[in-house]
DNA sequence: TTAATGCTCAACTTTTTGGTTGAATAAAAT
DNA sequence: ATTTTATTCAACCAAAAAGTTGAGCATTAA
């Protein structure tokens, strides 16, 4: 396997599941833990725990001891490479199609 | 696991892969056989086979058979969903820094 | 102090992924 | 007509991912 850019590999991987994705999406409405982030899932404490530790790792939340909870933060930032390279594709097919509109126009 | 984004996950997994990611990056110059994809990597063209194939099914290319050939392109809109969920996270995170900024600057 | 709660860790299982090789197919070149 | 070229297919393999269960560790509540 190709290993150029962990970065953009860690976030879309992480991106990749729709649990993970649910759970970022929960986290947008504020911190939460882990047990409440695990409750509309029926899967196990343990399963929630390693979903986070992937978000961790591609820095997409941030997890704070808080007593003997642990609470689960959206951290901003790492999304931006993520989001720029698919910002980038699209411009190309932006200009792409205008190139093309402005041959049929001629 | 969960699954009610099927676009999502496709498009994202098709991405989490930097071979993949290179393999689209190469089309931007334009269609190549799947031979000509291949070539800068150190894999079989069955796995390369394989890889576009996953490409195919997240629509991010179309293989077009030419003559014994197989032209791959890409394909523009399979990857706005994706950047458009990449851009609302953002978008949030926007929004909470200048609601943060705005309260600092009172 | 003991019991319960919130979470992580370690070991294990199953499924998915990314790769291989060799045979099959279809078109092009000889 | 035969061979070479371009690609796919099928069967397989190893490693990674996603899940499980049960033990372990802090912290809080009784």
Redesign the pocket.
Known sequence: ??EYNDVLNQTF?AL??P?RRAMLEDLRRGPK????LAEPF??????T??????LEDARLIR?EKQ????LCHLEPGAMQEAKAWLEQHAAFWNSALEALETALNE
Not at 42 to 47: R, T, V
Not at 67 to 70: P, T, V
């Open positions: 396997m190709v991987r990749a599941d649990t833990t882990i047990g409440a029926a899967i196990s404490f343990a399963a725990s390693k979903h986070l530790g992937i997890r007593g003997r909870e642990r």
